[in-house]
C-alpha cells in the first residue's frame, strides 16, 4: 500500500522559508514523478512544481518560480519542498503527489498518489 506523508507545515511571516517534506513508502517511484499541489479555501487544487525522479529534471509553476525548489533524497525515498520569501497568497494546504508516469503533468488528475496535506499558513 503506497503512503505519501508530508511534514514541514506551519506559521510564518512574509519573507519567511519553510521546508516541506514528503515520505513515500510502500513503493518507490524511481521511474516516476513526485509533486507539490497546493489548495486554498475556496479554490481548487493548483500544481506547485514536480520532479522526474530518475532524471531530476524539475518543473514549476510561474507564481513559485525563482522561490521554490524541489529535490529528492533516492535513499530515503523522500521529496523535498523548499519555500523562500513566502507571501501570504501561499497559504493553502500543501499535498504531495505521485505518479509512475515519466512526464511531468500538471493536472491533479494524472496523479494517483496523495498525502494527506500540511497546512502552510503565511501572515502578512
Known amino acids: 500500500q503506497v503512503q505519501l506523508v508530508e511534514s514541514g507545515g506551519g506559521f510564518v511571516q512574509a519573507g519567511g522559508s519553510l521546508r516541506l517534506s514528503c515520505a513515500a513508502s510502500?513503493?518507490?517511484?524511481?521511474?516516476?514523478?513526485m509533486g507539490w499541489f497546493r489548495q486554498a479555501p475556496g479554490k481548487e487544487r493548483e500544481f506547485v512544481g514536480a520532479i522526474n525522479w530518475s532524471g531530476g529534471g524539475t518543473y514549476y509553476a510561474d507564481s513559485v518560480k525563482g522561490r521554490f525548489a524541489i529535490s529528492r533524497d533516492n535513499a530515503k525515498n523522500t521529496l523535498y519542498l523548499q519555500m523562500n520569501s513566502l507571501k501570504p497568497e501561499y497559504t493553502a494546504l500543501y499535498y504531495c503527489?505521485?505518479?509512475?508516469?515519466?512526464?511531468?503533468?500538471?493536472?491533479?488528475?494524472?496523479?494517483?498518489?496523495w498525502g494527506q496535506g500540511t497546512q502552510v499558513t503565511v501572515s502578512s
Open positions: 510502500g513503493r518507490t517511484f524511481s521511474n516516476g514523478v
Open positions: 503527489a505521485a505518479s509512475v508516469a515519466s512526464i511531468i503533468y500538471t493536472s491533479p488528475n494524472n496523479y494517483p498518489y
